[in-house]
């Protein structure tokens, strides 16, 4: 019997190969989406807790000073002589080869930490190499390719087992690229043997490090929002998914419903036929997981180098490019598919159950169900909303606006139907003719069928808004920050203080004016920072974009009684103006301005030159802008190169960095507006579901129209009107929500997860674009229906009246 | 993976006697191709100052071999050894600082019983101060190991010594007295390696008198017995075609001693060594004088290694079978290789230490 079941089951799909294209692309898209965010997380993830696993070895017991950050080579001596095994480190965060990295520098004699990679890479290596200068640098490949070679810095080697971002080398190489000689930062306590006496009587100055958790490593604290980014949009087009499943799952049972209704007529219990179904289902859902799998590895694959170049330029955290296929990540997306596809069946099951044996479909009996749930619906959303905004009291940070952002979204979605019953509403009283008035009717009625693609469709559109005014709002500020930072016309970058100097005596005749540009790597409120020394010139006083400014500030700086910190800074460490600042031991300065400084991770300062120069003596001098005379530019360049015998890629005019700068800014959102695109296709596809779905139920309403006299033309033409409509009215609602979304994530989410606020612009251009496309998608949608409606045989229609379904 | 490293690390230049063949033609420069100073025949030997380190040359070792016995008459053998290593050439007008240093230093330490062989070993950078060699007051150490002079001002600071060392099953804390003058191999000091004329500074102090404890197993034991002190630096790497070499330094009941050592190579091989009187006098023996025929061979860590020798010296009418006290006195270090006690019959008694590498 179960075999008879089963075969009548899966002939409906065989009958219906669009519908079982539908249901498998619908649950694949909404996997796919899914578990690509979740791939690319769990990638970037691996990388952070690859490189915390370097930078610390597990069950690796690490001795740090109990104060300060250095320690006393006292005390490692005092250990070793003692007979303890404990191999010295010293690391720190500095630029390399033109990157950002973090320079791990391990006594390569003793470290615990070594790949075993190395012979690959490099076979004829041999303790010369390691332990001697020039040294070796061992980075990763990704880390390499962005590096410009140095002939004269350490050999670069290639691991793979260094984590991006990272730079293993010996202490002694460590020690000058970081320019802190003689420092050791921390001592690995090796397992091999023990001292003569308790270690902590040896260097009572030392301490166990408390093992870190990766979630606390700085990388992960930073990049957590952008995860949580993530996962938001992947969650979003999941849900997406789901009300093409719901939908799809939707019709099949309500066409099988005589097929049902037979079997059960039939004899076949109740009990099976569930249990048919429910295996069909999961079947189905394996099938589509796996499709979903494969095209969300894809969409991770094709994404991660741009999620990379996000994290890097953002956050400075260092991801691979490439993707790792990892078993937790298949199980968790096959899950979710069979997770997802239960919850949306779930309602159709149980209409299965409770399904009398002689019941006739009546789609308007759930019609009248749905008036009367509409009240409560929009009382829950209203409800949301308010959470929503609760959320944001009890809450801080980015939790707060992720909970302002769901409580908004979810809210608006339920609130959706009653608000468009009540414009339908409206409308009917206003219709004049009756065709007009079944018109209105009609779309009331077929309402509560489409509510859920409707959602959808609004959620997308909603995110699409948000995220658009939010990203071109960056763009625009950010632009005309360039405008204002970069006032210099060149940028150049000599190899030592003594060449710019040269450089400075023969450009003097030729240009209007140049400022050095000179900074150290240091640490600010407890993180990697940089402060800058900077000479008094126009280029400050008339260009810096300040967000805010005490009076006479930039006489305060070059009086050295003040500092200018950068916004990140000052919202991290909650500073005003006139607060002081710590910009190093026993240095501290009142803040007298804060200035914008987007794309840039990290705390940045700026003072006089002099008073840098007073507490750092050696600060390299190596880098010049310079002003130039309308139409110069070129010609000078080509003199510096010919004449002064400048590198041509010592050299960067403005345009080029400004280029530059914008390109970064684009790869950024890549990912942002890959995802935003792939949602609205989501929700045009649950759109098209939808309409598929309500397309058979709808025959016995539109047959009694045909028969008064009304053509399947004309049908057809009100059905592409009916689908159009109601996008737009989806759309006129979107609006709204999508400008509350870019509010919050311009002022709420932003500034948590970047530490910039920025302004908000409006873009009615894109606007009217995206509704276009809406509409389009609507349209679209509905031109199936449309046209089957158009050529169906009169005679079909005429059967309407016979059949009773 | 950290093992193969410092093996990695270590391949190339730390091994004693690395002396021999393949003579560049740089020697009458006083520097090889690659910088470094070179052992030199008119070298004057200056104390405190050539107890010292050499850091120009790339290798040199202080090594200390000391036959022991308890109360019951149980024989014990004990070695300590501290080599340095250069990366890279540096003169001792500019020392390297810190973590900079070319130096490598490696210090081997082992215990030998009749039936068991303790090893420890130790690795460390110079510039640091973790290990290194000083003059006054004679000083050399790595780690929690240490060779400490005592010796007062009117004595030569090897005359007394304090020696510890220890491992994570034994540990020895022992006092050395001299009792005889240094001596100097080869020409006064000017060690030959090989028919090629490469060479090594070359002095030893083989007349200790030994005092002290070693522990193992739980156990302190009281012991007394000899000991025997190498000091040697050189800048000659290893030849491709020299396998290995068998060193030798016995103590005779008569009084006098021997260093004996051959580098083994694909032909014949280049023998040289010492014959030391009781009073210290010295004289050179060369290749042809002397014989050393394995006799037995012991299967060692999967090796097949001769722990049973016959040393036949014609002109001193010596004629002694050379055997292990414990043949599996393997040094199981970074660079592995045999060193033990040895006792001694035939013509002439006594007892003594042997090294064997490359097998």
Same mark, same amino acid.
């Given at each position: 019997m179960i075999r008879a079941v089963a075969q009548a089951l899966l002939s409906h799909w065989r009958r219906h190969p669009g519908q079982f294209a539908t249901l498998v692309l619908g649950l694949a898209l909404a996997t796919a989406?899914?578990? #690509?965010?979740? #791939?690319?997380n769990a990638e970037a993830r691996a990388s952070y807790a690859q490189a915390a696993a370097l930078l610390t070895p597990q069950d690796q017991p690490v001795l740090v000073p109990r104060q300060g950050d250095v320690v006393a080579r006292g005390s490692y001596l005092a250990l070793r002589r003692d007979g303890w095994p404990v191999s010295a480190v010293l690391d720190g965060d500095t630029r390399f080869g033109g990157v950002s990295v973090t320079v791990m520098g391990v006594d390569m004699l003793s470290s615990p930490v070594m790949p075993d990679d190395l012979g690959d890479s490099a076979p004829d290596l041999g303790p010369v190499d390691l332990l001697t200068a020039p040294g070796i640098a061992i980075v990763s490949p990704d880390t390499a390719a962005r590096m410009q070679s140095d002939p004269d810095g350490p050999r670069l080697i290639l691991s793979e087992q260094v984590p991006p971002g990272i730079v293993l080398t010996d202490i002694a190489v460590a020690e000058a690229l970081l320019d802190r000689r003689g420092e050791i930062s921390r001592l690995f306590l090796l397992p091999d043997r023990q001292g003569r006496r308790d270690w902590a009587q040896v260097? @009572?100055?030392? *301490?166990?490090a408390p093992s870190r958790a990766v979630s606390d490593t700085d990388t992960a604290r930073l990049t957590d929002s952008f995860h949580l980014n993530l996962t938001a949009f992947g969650l979003l087009s999941f849900a997406v998914g789901l009300f093409i499943v719901q939908g799809t799952v939707g019709l099949a049972q309500e066409q099988r419903r005589p097929m049902l209704r037979t079997l059960r007529a039939l004899g076949v219990p109740l009990?099976?036929?569930?249990?048919?179904?429910v295996v069909e289902l999961a079947a189905l859902a394996l099938l589509a997981g796996v499709l979903g799998l494969g095209l969300g590895y894809g969409i991770a694959a094709a994404l991660l180098p741009d999620v990379a170049a996000t994290l890097r330029g953002l956050y400075g955290a260092d991801a691979p490019g490439s993707l790792t296929l990892r078993a937790p990540w298949v199980l968790a997306g096959l899950g979710m598919t069979l997770a997802g596809t239960a919850l949306a069946s779930l309602q159709s099951l149980w209409r299965l159950a409770q399904l009398p044996l002689l019941a006739s479909a009546s789609p308007q009996g759930w019609a009248r169900a749905a008036a009367r749930s509409a009240r409560w619906q929009a009382l829950g959303g209203l409800a949301l909303v308010l959470a929503g905004m609760l959320g944001t009291v009890l809450f801080d940070g980015l939790l707060a606006g992720f909970a302002l952002l769901a409580g908004l979204l979810m809210g608006a979605a339920l609130i959706l139907p009653p608000v468009l019953g009540q414009v339908l509403r409206i409308g009917a009283r206003r219709a004049r003719t009756p065709l007009a008035q079944w018109v209105w009717a009609d779309l009331r009625a077929q309402l509560p069928g489409l509510s859920l693609a409707l959602m959808a469709l609004l959620l997308a559109l909603a995110a699409n808004i948000g995220v658009g005014t939010m990203v071109s709002s960056f763009r625009l500020t950010f632009t005309g920050w360039l405008d204002q930072r970069l006032a210099s016309d060149l940028y150049i970058t000599t190899d030592s203080d003594a060449q710019t100097q040269a450089l400075r005596d023969w450009l003097t005749p030729r240009v209007d004016g140049m400022v050095p540009i000179r900074r150290v790597e240091t640490r600010l409120d407890g993180a990697p920072g940089r402060i800058y020394g900077v000479i008094d010139d126009p280029i400050y006083r008339e260009h810096w974009p300040l967000l805010a400014a005490a009076p006479m500030g930039w006489d305060q700086i070059f009086d050295q009684r003040g500092v200018l910190v950068n916004e990140q800074l000052a919202r991290r460490a909650g500073l005003g103006l006139g607060d002081p600042v710590e910009l190093g031991a026993g240095w501290s300065l009142p803040v007298v301005g804060i200035y914008s400084d987007y794309g840039n991770p990290e705390g940045q300062a700026i003072v006089a030159l002099d008073a840098l120069l007073a507490r750092h003596p050696d600060l390299p001098d190596r880098q010049l802008g310079v002003r130039v005379p309308d139409g110069t530019l070129p010609a000078l360049m080509d003199d510096l190169r010919d004449d002064f015998g400048l590198e041509r890629d010592a050299m960067v005019d403005q345009a080029t960095l400004k280029a530059v700068s914008l390109r970064v800014f684009e790869k950024t959102f890549v990912v942002t507006g890959a995802l935003n695109v792939l949602t609205l296709g989501v929700a045009g596809f649950a759109l098209l579901t939808a309409f598929l779905t309500l397309w058979t139920m709808r025959l016995p309403q539109l047959a009694p129209v045909w028969a008064m006299g009304l053509t399947r033309a004309h049908l057809a033409r009100l059905e592409l009107l009916r689908s159009v409509a109601l996008a737009a009215l989806a759309f006129v609602l979107a609006l709204p929500l999508g400008l509350g979304l870019a509010w919050v994530l311009l002022t709420v989410i932003n500034v948590q997860a970047f530490g910039w606020r920025l302004p908000m612009y409006l873009f009615p251009l894109d606007w009217l674009r995206l509704g276009g496309l809406a509409l389009l998608a609507a349209a679209l949608a509905a031109v199936i @229906?449309?046209?089957?409606?158009?050529?169906?045989? @009169?005679?079909? &229609?005429l059967r309407i009246f016979a059949d009773d379904r | 993976m950290t093992v193969d490293r410092r093996r990695f690390v270590l391949g190339l230049g730390a091994l004693p006697l690395a002396g021999a063949a393949q =003579?560049?033609? !740089? %020697?009458?420069?006083?520097?090889? =191709?690659?910088? !470094?100073? &070179?052992p030199a025949r008119d070298h004057? !030997?200056?104390?405190?100052?050539?107890? %010292? #380190?050499?850091?120009?040359f790339r290798i040199e070792w202080w090594y200390v071999t000391g036959n022991l016995t308890d109360a019951q008459g149980v024989g014990y053998g004990i070695q300590w050894t501290l080599f340095r290593s250069a990366l890279a050439p540096e003169t001792t007008a500019q020392p390297g600082d810190g973590w900079t240093s070319p130096q490598i230093w490696l210090a081997h330490a082992a215990l030998t019983r009749g039936d068991h062989h303790h090893v420890a070993e130790r690795l460390a950078r110079g510039g640091i101060g973790a290990a290194g060699v000083r003059s006054a007051p004679f000083a050399a150490w790595i780690d929690d190991w240490a060779m400490l002079s005592q010796a007062g001002p009117e004595q030569d600071a090897l005359d007394l010594l304090h020696l510890t060392a220890r491992g994570s099953d034994f540990s020895y804390d022992l006092g050395l007295r001299a009792e005889g003058p240094l001596i100097f191999h080869g020409d006064a000091g000017y060690s030959v390696k090989s028919p090629a004329g490469q060479a090594s500074h070359y002095y030893s102090q083989p !007349?200790?008198?030994v005092t002290g404890e070693i522990r193992f197993d739980g156990q302190v034991v009281e012991v007394i017995g000899h000991a025997w002190l190498d000091r040697e630096w050189s800048s000659q790497p290893l030849a491709g075609d020299q396998s290995g070499w068998d060193w030798f330094s016995l103590s005779f009941d008569s009084g006098d001693k021997l260093m004996a050592f051959q580098l083994r190579d694909d032909g014949d091989g280049f023998r040289s060594g010492s014959w030391i009187a009781p009073d210290g006098h010295t004289t050179p023996i060369g290749d042809r004088d002397i014989r050393m025929t394995p006799l037995d061979h012991s299967r060692v860590d999967g090796r097949r290694v001769p722990t049973r020798w016959q040393i036949d010296l014609p002109a001193r009418e010596?004629?002694?079978?050379?055997? =292990?006290?414990? @043949? *599996?006195?393997?040094m199981a270090t970074s660079v592995p290789y045999w060193e033990g006690p040895v006792r001694l019959k035939g013509s002439h008694a006594g007892q003594g230490y042997l090294e064997m590498t490359g097998y």
């Open positions: 989406l899914w578990s #690509a965010v979740q #791939a690319i260097a @009572p100055d030392l *301490q166990l009990r099976l036929l569930m249990l048919c179904l @229906p449309a046209r089957r409606l158009s050529r169906l045989p @009169p005679a079909h &229609l | =003579a560049q033609g !740089f %020697a009458g420069l006083g520097t090889d =191709a690659e910088g !470094f100073a &070179l004057r !030997f200056v104390f405190p100052r050539d107890h %010292a #380190a050499h850091p120009d !007349f200790y008198q010596l004629s002694v079978t050379v055997t =292990a006290l414990n @043949p *599996q006195s393997w």
